[in-house]
């Protein structure tokens, strides 16, 4: 079965970090640029950082720059991304999507797979 699953998401006071995790099981994401999404209630779904299959292409969203860190680790087939300083505006639903095509996933929202999401909420 083909999927991604989240993980690490969970409650943290203003300027704390969390890392969350994005593993694959039913294909290898070595081919895949993976991205990481947030959804906010009542927002649309917004990029928060992607990372290409292969020339180390990174983007992140201005609002993330300087606390935010994507990594993956093809070995163990997931992808990661640090949160620092964490503020009350980083809450929402975060999601990993897997594409082979980086800028339509980046610019588009269009990835071949989707996980189902992990909560994050930072509040005192």
């Known amino acids: 079965q083909v999927q991604l699953v989240e993980s690490g998401g969970g409650l943290v006071q203003p300027g704390g970090s969390l890392r969350l995790s994005c593993a694959a099981s039913?294909?290898?994401?070595?081919?895949?640029?993976i991205g990481w999404f947030r959804q906010a209630p009542g927002k649309e779904r917004e990029g928060v950082s992607c990372i290409s299959s292969s020339d180390g292409t990174i983007y992140y969203a201005d609002s993330v720059k300087g606390r935010f860190t994507i990594s993956r680790d093809n070995a163990k087939n997931t992808v990661y991304l640090q949160l620092n300083s964490l503020k009350p505006e980083d809450t929402a639903v975060y999601y990993c999507a897997a594409s082979k095509w980086f800028l339509r996933l980046w610019m588009q929202l269009r990835g071949d797979y989707w996980g189902q999401g992990t909560q994050v909420t930072v509040s005192s």
């Open positions: 039913g294909f290898t994401l070595d081919y895949y640029a």
